[in-house]
């Protein structure tokens, strides 16, 4: 005869274990389609490659185009694949945060990360756990310390950093014979910000000064602003400023159009977000060193579907020499009028007018890079 209370506590048991069974890896971080829900990774189901951004930024919509692009044109849906961007809320601790929800996510199968911080332990740390779960992991425009941390990721893939910043500080060089500047970023210790900065004074030579140490904001805009702010009243000598990232432009050409000192001041920007092209088009931006995140994207989603399949021939061909894919700059000037030519600067680096570089943003239906 059986015992009804048993029976009956045979079947609680059987019901708690289901729901935690289907719960598992249900944790979900929050990406631009929404909170996406994790799924245990049995046959057939479909897993996520994910780009892990450094915060929010028109700038990254170019990157999310281009992944879009490569997750349709590799048909990654026939490889059991799904691309994702992620985007941090601008800090080391998110980035962290994001990477351990990952680790306990099992459709993960490959994530690419824009370090914030170069030397981040805990970063580093989360990148490491991924790997030796057998999750792919790369670093895309921002990369780790190379020389403490290159082991956490298998390669990075974006802009040389140090020639961008070459590139920025040869236009200023060649908009103004001298000059007294001040670089603006986002997060000093970025490895990309790092590179850009000493790359422009580089560029720019002797003639060059910084008025002061670059200026941080943590990614606040409004900090931003009155960083700009505050560096013109400190220093009346102060000619040129120096946008890093890609939101810096709209605080300095916002600034300099306030204070009415375009006249007497030279602007020089990293990136082309919308409201970057449209001061250039107002006269308020004299020069930009434009990066390449549409590409950024695309060879990103290419690179982890051919590590997730082990496809070597893909791997050796988009890395033939070391663990670095570098994805080109441009030059961009108002118009012919401009002072700065394209001999000025790399051969590798293609020279365009704006209308020249909105036509090749109307080719890819990008609004920015």
Not at 25 to 42: L, R, V
């Amino acid at each position: 005869m059986i015992d009804r209370r048993n029976w009956l506590a045979g079947c609680g048991a059987l019901v708690a274990g289901c729901m935690i069974f289907s719960g598992c890896g249900q944790g979900g971080s929050k990406t631009d389609a929404g909170n996406s829900q994790s799924s245990s990774s049995g046959s057939g189901e479909t897993r996520r490659v994910i780009i892990l951004t450094n915060g929010d930024d028109p700038f990254w919509d170019a990157m999310r185009a281009g992944m879009q692009d490569a997750e349709k044109e590799l048909d990654l849906a026939k490889a059991g694949l799904k691309a994702e961007l992620d985007k941090n809320d601008g800090t080391d601790k998110g980035q962290a945060d994001k990477l351990q929800q990952y680790a306990n996510q099992t459709d993960i199968a490959a994530v690419a990360i824009s370090v914030i911080d170069a030397k981040n332990v805990a970063v580093a740390e989360g990148m490491r756990k991924l790997q030796a779960q057998g999750i792919k992991v790369l670093t895309v425009d921002s990369d780790v310390d190379r020389e403490r941390s290159r082991d956490a990721r298998f390669a990075y893939l974006g802009t040389d950093n140090i020639e961008g910043g070459r590139e920025l500080g040869k236009a200023a060089k060649g908009l103004r014979p001298e000059g007294k500047y001040v670089c603006f970023v986002g997060h000093k210790s970025a490895a990309n910000a790092i590179e850009r900065i000493t790359g422009f004074a580089e560029g720019a030579g002797a003639e060059f000064a910084a008025a002061e140490d670059t200026l941080g904001d943590e990614m606040d805009l409004s900090v931003a602003d009155r960083n700009v702010r505050d560096a013109l009243e400190r220093h009346t000598d102060l000619n040129v400023l120096v946008g890093i990232w890609a939101y810096n432009a709209n605080a300095i050409a916002s600034t300099v159009k306030d204070r009415n000192v375009k006249d007497k001041t030279t602007v020089v920007v990293f990136d082309a977000a919308p409201k970057a092209i449209t001061h250039m088009e107002a006269g308020l931006i004299d020069a930009m060193v434009v990066q390449n995140p549409y590409q950024m994207g695309f060879d990103a989603t290419k690179l982890m579907k051919a590590m997730i399949e082990d496809d070597q021939t893909t791997i050796k061909a988009m890395l033939p020499d070391g663990d670095v894919i570098v994805t080109g700059l441009k030059v961009v000037v108002p118009d012919e009028s401009s002072p700065l030519k394209k001999d000025m600067f790399s051969a590798g680096t293609e020279f365009l007018t704006l209308k020249e570089f909105k036509a090749w943003l109307d080719s890819k239906h990008l609004a920015g890079s």
